[in-house]
C-alpha cells in the first residue's frame, strides 16, 4: 500500500478508548466509530467500523485509510508516533501522530 499524502485542513485521526473497546476518529470531512480488541501485546484488531457518509473531495483518502484500520492486525508505538501493521507485511500501513488535546 502506498503512503497516503493528505492535504492541509483534512484531518485524520482516531481515539481508542482507555475504559472500554471503543474507537471513534474523522478522516477529512467525515467521522466513524466502532469497536476494536486488544489480544495481546502489540496486537490490534478493529471490529465493525461506521463511517458517515458525506460527499467529502478526498474520498479515495478516506477509503484507503479505512481499508488500513480494517487491515489492521498489530502495532508498535514508538515515541510519539504509532503504526499499524497488517499479518502480510513488514511496511507499516499507517502512520500517525500522537497529539495533545
Not at 498489530?74 to 497529539?99: F, M, P, Q, V, W
Request: hydrophobic content about 40%; charged content about 20%; glycine content about 6%.
Amino acid at each position: 500500500m502506498q503512503p497516503l499524502a493528505v492535504s492541509p485542513g483534512n484531518d485524520i485521526y482516531f481515539q481508542l478508548s482507555a475504559t472500554e473497546t471503543y474507537v471513534e476518529g474523522q478522516i477529512g470531512c467525515n467521522r466513524f466509530r466502532g469497536s476494536f480488541e486488544l489480544p495481546v501485546e502489540g496486537q490490534l484488531r478493529f471490529g465493525q467500523l461506521l463511517l458517515t457518509k458525506m460527499n467529502c473531495p478526498d474520498l479515495l483518502i478516506e477509503s484507503r485509510f479505512m481499508q488500513a484500520l480494517r487491515s489492521t492486525r498489530a502495532y508498535r508505538i514508538s515515541g510519539d508516533t504509532l503504526r499499524l501493521y497488517d499479518n502480510k507485511t513488514a511496511a507499516s500501513l499507517a502512520e500517525l501522530l500522537a497529539s495533545r488535546p
